[in-house]
């Protein structure tokens, strides 16, 4: 039987704009964000996560991150440190095959992950905690209202969106909550350089070794055309697949030239195809790209917040009354083209995030986490990784959760500790 459909005419002054009224808006999805929303919608809260991708997982999942890292302690009597969704994520990907511990990697354990298996996990998480997801939806403005912001404008394709929420954590990476509000916030004077990573399907013999691929890289990188001449192929040889982190591009904060990074970071990764192919024939010669990655970034702006985290605090390991979150993982600077400046920190060591890092100065009702805390670019390569993303990410959500309605700068940092001990470093 014919079939037909009835069309209407619409013109965009026709699509009202939806105004929401959660709880609390989380603006990024990455681990943070997540965290963030999870922990937050856990203890009651009516919870927005917004992201401009069209897909939840911020860089873990867009980025095809790959690897979990700032879970454990360092040296050889390693422990968890980062606790809360980082043990679903273990046990859940753990349990499917997903995840493989890798034991000596920079004196600490760190997890790889397959980056499809860690994209259904958010989705299946944010669906069970009933969060509501707001996707492809560019932030465009903030309205304060004195020291509160009062609401926060997105476009989206099927339209304009106002939220009016009475808390905000910024989980975005780059401050864009707290810059479109108006707030001061820090950016680096020299540039840090991001990576595009690829996943390679086809990979034989279980990769390259770590010691080959730096001496040949040292030796042929130029003939090539490397920017980068350090890096590491992670091979997952259940799947006969290998994630390849070496690259080295910059981010820079203006549209067109992010717009043209996305193309040179691809182009870096053929060239490294080429290199490991014909460098490393009896591993790679058969292997091709499965996925290319959005560019990674690793750090751009910064919150203005009550403390800001500096490098010295980080390596002497300074414990703060406020403290919220601790980590171990090395200083980790991506300042030059061609390497990366590591700074190990010690089998016992340990340093700690205060909460006066994730407070605005200016704003009552904001917050930050992950890798747009109130730090120095020092102190941030370190505690940009996923792990202490989620631990600042928890704590985050509990500053919300037991001071959203009023001045979060004025919470006490005790209210929010006893909600997040696993986080805190005790053995």
Same mark, same amino acid.
């Given at each position: 039987?014919?079939?037909?459909?009835?069309?209407?005419?619409?013109?965009?002054? %026709?699509?009202?704009?939806?105004?929401?009224?959660?709880?609390?808006? =989380?603006?990024?999805?990455?681990?943070?964000?997540?965290? #963030?929303?999870?922990?937050?919608? &856990?203890?009651?809260?009516? /919870?927005?996560?917004?992201?401009? #991708? @069209?897909?939840?997982?911020?860089?873990?999942?867009?980025?095809?991150?790959?690897?979990?890292?700032? +879970?454990?302690?360092?040296? @050889?009597?390693?422990?968890?440190?980062?606790?809360?969704?980082?043990?679903?994520?273990?046990?859940?990907?753990?349990?499917?095959?997903?995840?493989? #511990?890798?034991?000596?990697?920079?004196?600490?354990?760190?997890?790889?992950?397959?980056?499809?298996?860690?994209?259904?996990?958010?989705?299946?998480?944010?669906?069970?905690?009933?969060?509501?997801?707001?996707?492809?939806?560019?932030?465009?403005?903030? &309205?304060?209202?004195?020291?509160?912001?009062?609401?926060?404008? $997105?476009?989206?394709?099927?339209?304009?969106?106002?939220?009016?929420?009475?808390?905000?954590?910024?989980?975005?990476?780059?401050?864009?909550?707290?810059?479109?509000?108006?707030?001061?916030?820090?950016?680096?004077?020299? @540039?840090?350089?991001?990576?595009?990573?690829?996943? +390679?399907?086809? /990979?034989?013999?279980?990769?390259?070794?770590?010691?080959?691929?730096?001496?040949?890289?040292?030796?042929?990188?130029?003939?090539?055309?490397?920017? &980068?001449?350090?890096? $590491?192929?992670?091979?997952? @040889? #259940?799947?006969? %697949?290998?994630?390849?982190?070496?690259?080295?591009?910059?981010?820079?904060?203006?549209?067109?030239?992010?717009?043209?990074?996305?193309?040179?970071?691809?182009?870096?990764?053929?060239? /490294? *195809?080429?290199?490991?192919?014909?460098? $490393?024939?009896?591993?790679?010669?058969?292997?091709?790209?499965?996925?290319?990655?959005?560019?990674?970034?690793?750090?751009?702006?910064?919150?203005?917040?009550?403390?800001?985290?500096?490098?010295?605090? =980080?390596?002497?390991?300074?414990?703060?009354?406020?403290?919220?979150?601790?980590?171990?993982?090395?200083?980790?600077?991506?300042?030059?083209?061609?390497?990366?400046?590591?700074?190990?920190?010690?089998?016992?060591?340990?340093?700690?995030?205060?909460?006066?890092?994730?407070?605005? &100065?200016?704003?009552?009702?904001?917050?930050?986490?992950?890798?747009?805390?109130?730090?120095?670019?020092?102190?941030?390569?370190? =505690?940009?990784?996923?792990?202490?993303?989620?631990?600042?990410?928890?704590?985050?959500?509990?500053?919300?959760? *037991?001071?959203?309605?009023?001045?979060?700068?004025?919470?006490?940092?005790?209210?929010?500790?006893?909600?997040?001990?696993?986080?805190?470093?005790?053995?």
């Amino acid at each position: 039987m014919p079939i037909s459909i009835a069309t209407r005419e619409v013109r965009r002054g %026709e699509r009202a704009e939806r105004v929401l009224r959660p709880d609390l808006l =989380v603006l990024g999805s990455g681990m943070g964000g997540v965290s #963030a929303a999870i922990e937050a919608r &856990r203890a009651g809260l009516e /919870v927005l996560i917004a992201d401009a #991708a @069209p897909q939840l997982g911020g860089q873990a999942v867009g980025a095809m991150v790959g690897t979990l890292c700032g +879970l454990y302690s360092n040296g @050889p009597r390693r422990r968890q440190i980062v606790h809360g969704v980082a043990d679903e994520i273990l046990a859940v990907l753990g349990a499917s095959g997903d995840l493989q #511990a890798l034991d000596d990697r920079r004196n600490t354990r760190i997890f790889q992950y397959r980056v499809p298996a860690l994209a259904r996990w958010v989705e299946n998480a944010v669906l069970r905690e009933r969060i509501e997801p707001l996707l492809g939806a560019v932030l465009t403005g903030v &309205r304060m209202e004195g020291e509160r912001i009062a609401e926060a404008r $997105f476009v989206t394709r099927y339209g304009p969106v106002a939220v009016r929420a009475t808390a905000h954590v910024d989980a975005s990476g780059d401050a864009a909550l707290a810059l479109e509000a108006g707030l001061a916030v820090d950016e680096g004077a020299a @540039p840090i350089y991001g990576t595009l990573m690829i996943t +390679l399907e086809g /990979v034989a013999n279980g990769g390259v070794e770590r010691a080959a691929l730096a001496a040949r890289l040292a030796e042929k990188g130029a003939q090539y055309g490397l920017a &980068r001449r350090d890096g $590491f192929v992670f091979s997952f @040889p #259940a799947a006969g %697949e290998s994630l390849v982190n070496l690259t080295h591009l910059e981010t820079p904060l203006e549209p067109l030239a992010a717009s043209r990074a996305v193309l040179e970071g691809r182009a870096q990764a053929d060239r /490294v *195809v080429e290199f490991l192919r014909r460098e $490393f024939p009896a591993e790679f010669a058969r292997a091709r790209v499965k996925a290319y990655g959005l560019p990674g970034i690793r750090q751009t702006r910064m919150l203005r917040g009550l403390h800001r985290l500096s490098g010295d605090e =980080v390596r002497q390991g300074v414990r703060f009354a406020d403290a919220i979150a601790c980590g171990s993982w090395p200083i980790e600077l991506h300042a030059a083209p061609e390497s990366v400046h590591w700074e190990e920190l010690g089998d016992d060591h340990l340093h700690w995030v205060p909460l006066g890092s994730l407070v605005s &100065r200016e704003a009552a009702n904001l917050a930050a986490c992950g890798r747009c805390i109130s730090a120095d670019p020092v102190a941030l390569a370190s =505690v940009r990784v996923i792990g202490t993303c989620i631990a600042t990410g928890a704590a985050a959500a509990q500053l919300v959760a *037991v001071g959203g309605n009023g001045d979060l700068r004025r919470t006490p940092a005790e209210r929010v500790q006893t909600r997040i001990k696993a986080n805190l470093g005790a053995a």
